[in-house]
Nanobody, 126 residues
């Protein structure tokens, strides 16, 4: 099992930027992803990145505004969030699947991820 610890959440205004970090420990993580959950809503995929070649994938709602990156040496993934909107308000979770196929499709559904962080709150005021 891998332990995931997020940091970097906070309260910002619409249009501002915020950066989240997630450190993984316990095992090498091939894919690291970010999900978010707003009050009363399902947890939804945000972005994910692979350790090999740094392939990325994003939800349409954040494409062009959010950037995911990782430092394999530090087993850390980052989520740079720009042009934040009130609808980005949510608890953001870092997640990792136990297995994935190298060069295969990057997991994007909640059920494909096995390990989760405790979450960090992001609040965007209008």
């Amino acid at each position: 099992q891998v332990q995931l610890v997020e940091s970097g959440g906070g309260v910002v205004q619409a249009g501002d930027s915020l950066s989240l970090s997630c450190v993984a420990s316990g095992r090498t993580v091939g894919v690291m992803g970010w999900f978010r959950q707003a009050p009363g809503k399902e947890r939804e995929f945000v972005a994910a990145i692979t350790s090999v070649r740094g392939r990325t994938t994003y939800a349409d709602s954040v494409k062009g505004r959010f950037t995911i990156s990782r430092d394999n040496a530090k087993n850390t993934v980052y989520l740079q969030m720009n042009s934040l909107k009130p609808e980005d308000t949510a608890v953001y979770y870092c997640a990792a699947p136990k297995t994935y196929t190298v060069f295969g499709q990057i997991p994007k559904t909640r059920s494909e991820y096995d390990d989760w962080g405790q979450g960090t709150q992001v609040t965007v005021s209008s």
